[in-house]
């Protein structure tokens, strides 16, 4: 790949220092930030990182005196709202820039997981039954929904609002954990089905033509036996928590033809949500070996030695070639195909 003028869209509060002496990058909260942007002026590229927060008028500004070929964007929100992160890919859009990552119209479907659910049942990909409690109600379950069930932001990612209380056994704590989710986050609550089992993700990169990375797994060997095997806030984010319970992840022990089947599902969910760029679909397999899809996420965590990059290492995709397999589609995708 030619060397290319790269500006990077990072979160005001996560823009890396510019010296790191004495600080562990490792456990930083922009290392993700850190890793991409570090990667990418050691492969020769030349960089620019503008912090974003509420206001789109510096990327404009940026553009223009900076002239890139490709915007890496790294937002996952604007002005704090985590639904607003469409709206600044279709600005760049506007201003004809290529960027990397998905598209406008696969974020939105993807970041509503009860509409992310809708087109996916309708796709005949397996998700747990649901429903959906708006600010105000209370939850009204179906007939087939048994406890226990789980209790999650409607739009939140990376397990925001997820703890051992999200699953719930009764009435009770189903109402209690529905009013946490509209008191400390402000967004509606989805109620599902929960899948005890297996915790599953597959890394799938590109736009037309797919490339499916191994099953990855989360393994929770030193949990003990009285608390839930899920994915928590603190199990995706403190290290010292990993550590004292086991948890890690690693490519998921299966049956060739087991493997196969649920990377095909990982693909038609891509393909269903209108997808581009790079995105992880997270899924969950019981003990009778059904496999259903939890969520998709687009623009997933890119740090270096975290599940994307691992998987795509195991499939013999280094970080550098991965960096630049998102750079290639950012620069190939082309907005006027959706319509």
């Known amino acids: 790949m030619k060397k290319l003028r790269i500006l990077a869209l990072v979160h005001e509060h996560l823009v890396p220092p510019a010296d790191t002496s004495g600080i562990d990058v490792r456990e ?53 709202i985590t639904t607003y992160d469409q709206n600044v890919v279709s600005y760049l859009e506007l201003l004809q820039l290529p960027y990397t990552g998905c598209n406008p119209r696969g974020l939105i479907l993807a970041r509503d997981k009860a509409l992310s659910k809708k087109l996916l049942a309708y796709h ?49 704590q189903l109402e209690r954990r529905v009013q946490f989710i509209h008191d400390s986050l402000g967004t509606a ?32 060997d030193q949990m003990p036996e009285n608390r839930w095997r899920i994915a928590t ?9 990993q550590k004292r319970h086991g948890i890690m992840t690693d490519a998921a022990a299966l049956p060739h033809d087991v493997a196969d089947r649920i990377q095909r599902i990982a693909r038609r969910t891509y393909r269903a949500l209108d997808l581009s760029g790079y995105a992880r679909i997270d899924l ?16 997933p965590n890119l740090a270096y030695g975290e ?33």
């Open 307 to 339: 599940d994307f990059a691992e998987s795509a290492e195991v499939r013999g995709v280094s970080y550098e070639r991965l960096l630049e397999r998102i750079l290639a589609l950012g620069l190939r995708w082309e907005p006027a195909r959706t319509g």
């Open 28 to 80: 930083a909260e922009w290392k993700m930030e850190y890793d991409v942007i570090e990667t990418l002026k050691e492969m020769g590229h030349s960089l620019r990182v503008l912090g974003l927060h509420d206001d789109l008028g510096g990327i404009r500004a940026t553009v223009g005196l900076f002239k890139p070929h490709i915007v890496f964007n790294l937002m996952e929100a604007f002005a704090g």
């Open 233 to 241: 806030e603190r199990v995706k984010w403190s290290t010292k928590y």
């Open 124 to 172: 005949r990909i397996a998700v747990p039954d649901f429903t959906v409690v708006r600010h105000g109600r209370r939850a009204r379950l179906s007939k087939r929904m048994r406890f226990p069930l789980i209790v999650k932001s409607l739009f939140f990612e990376a397990s925001a609002g997820i703890s051992q209380a999200s699953v719930v056994e009764n009435e009770d």
């Open 189 to 220: 609550a989805i109620v599902e089905q929960f899948v005890d089992g297996r915790e599953l993700y597959v890394g799938v990169l590109g736009n037309e033509r797919l490339e499916v990375f191994p099953v990855w797994e989360m393994s929770f």
């Open 284 to 299: 969950r397999m019981n003990e009778d070996g059904r496999v259903f899809v939890l969520e998709a996420n687009p623009n």
